[in-house]
């Protein structure tokens, strides 16, 4: 395959791998092992991240950054310190290209390099490039398409910089979206009815951004971000009680405030959330044939909210329900099963690159 990039995006791995997620307001590590005919969740774990070390996706504070990686593989001593971990799917440049299909390895490494100059408006050496054969259309076709990846060598770099600081051995850079893809396959086997052409929304709700990707037959076929998350209900905590950030989140994750919470401030946050998505569906039913979808997957840090899926339902009117991409998998004796339960719908992106054991 490709020799340029330093990480390949797309390459199967067969060893062992550590998925790290990073995110706005904390680090999550997830290792996956088979076990026969499924899968076992080897080591698990989450740690909150310091305040701006993380901002816009981008890393600003390496070495904080470094520190909450490094304390949460103290706490889950991994097998292994070889690491997948992703870039933004906004900062890749993905295109299909149409490539004889008889070509060797490196007869369609070269051919890869000539197309990409013409698709990517950087110099070649500032990107790192994959590519990825894809089955034929039509198997009497002379040419197959050809999936190729690029992004900024700096973005790459960045990533490469920080796990290196934690002690990690970066293996795979992967894309955001691809390993939703890889972790949403895990959900939809789950779902009471599968058909082809399904369409399905997923509503992941971080910290400061909702993100709804849409999926037909396990493709992400649209994407769109929105300015909103469990920031909001953190932050009218802070207003409401007159306590610190550190208090506010605290007590939001304890459950511990006073009985209003619930009718005042709750409520209000689970409201103006489903109507977030709902905004986002017409969004996207404007800018394409879909007029419904078959199922809405809620997921996120800021997803799983008593009640908040029944909300959705009611309001949306298309069954939902809570990602658990471990519903299946069996669990090594070092994962605390409860905590992983409570965390699971926010380890889509940690769970698609841990399974790069399985690509």
Do not use: W
Not at 30 to 41: D, K, N, T, Y
Not at 114 to 133: C, G, K, M, S, W
């Amino acid at each position: 395959m490709l020799r340029m990039p330093e990480f390949p995006f797309l390459r199967p791995k067969k060893l062992p791998l550590i998925g790290i997620d990073i995110t706005s307001s904390a680090v999550k590590l997830l290792e996956i092992h088979p076990q026969g005919s499924r899968l076992q969740v080897a080591s698990y774990g989450v740690a909150p991240l310091e305040s701006g070390a993380v901002s816009d996706r981008r890393i600003k504070d390496y070495k904080s950054v470094a520190r909450s990686i490094k304390r949460v593989i103290d706490r889950t001593h991994p097998s292994t310190l070889r690491t997948a971990v992703a870039v933004p799917s906004a900062a890749v440049i993905t295109r299909t290209l149409s490539l004889p299909r008889d070509l060797d390895d490196d007869e369609m490494e070269a051919q890869v390099l000539l197309e990409a100059d013409q698709h990517i408006p950087y110099p070649l050496n500032e990107v790192a490039i994959d590519f990825e054969r894809q089955p034929p259309l039509n198997p009497d076709d002379d040419n197959q398409p050809v999936l190729l990846v690029a992004c900024r060598r700096e973005t790459t770099e960045q990533l490469d910089q920080v796990l290196e600081e934690a002690g990690l051995q970066p293996v795979v850079i992967d894309v955001e979206n691809l390993a939703i893809e890889r972790a949403i396959r895990l959900i939809t086997s789950q779902l009471p009815s599968q058909q082809d052409g399904q369409i399905v929304a997923v509503a992941d709700i971080g910290a400061t951004t909702t993100t709804l990707n849409i999926l037909c037959d396990g493709e992400i076929i649209y994407s769109r971000d929105q300015m909103f998350g469990g920031k909001q209900l953190t932050d009218e905590i802070q207003r409401h009680y007159g306590l610190s950030r550190e208090e506010a989140g605290f007590a939001k994750k304890r459950g511990d405030l006073p009985s209003d919470y619930f009718t005042e401030i709750l409520e209000p946050f689970k409201t103006a959330t489903v109507h977030q998505i709902e905004r986002q569906l017409q969004l996207f039913y404007s800018s394409s044939t879909y007029h419904d979808i078959d199922y809405l997957i809620l997921a996120g840090g800021s997803s799983a909210i008593d009640g908040l899926p029944q909300m959705a339902q009611h309001h949306i009117g298309s069954p939902t329900l809570l990602a658990n991409p471990f519903a299946n998998m069996v669990l090594s004796d070092r994962v605390n099963a409860a905590a992983l339960a409570q965390d699971a719908p926010a380890m889509l992106i940690a769970c698609g690159l841990a399974m790069r054991i399985e690509s």
